[in-house]
């Protein structure tokens, strides 16, 4: 059962009533930055990762004496 157009409409003022204009366009502003964020993020991902260097992780750590 699909609600009409009046059906939609008390929907909207019921939302409006509980939520307050302020939350409701304060909820969309932290969604759009949330995809913003996660569009930012598939950017960088996209991103060739530095190589870093076999010889600079196989050198032997030096141990003290005292150990």
Known sequence: M???PWG???IVV???LLFGRG???GMMGEVASGIKAFQ???KDED???PHIDAQAE???VKKS???
């Open 2 to 4: 699909n609600p009409g």
């Open 8 to 10: 939609i409409l008390v």
């Open 14 to 16: 019921a939302v409006l």
């Open 23 to 25: 939350k409701i366009s």
């Open 40 to 42: 930012k993020g598939m």
């Open 47 to 49: 991103k060739p990762v």
């Open 58 to 60: 196989a050198e032997p």
């Open 65 to 67: 004496k005292d150990a």
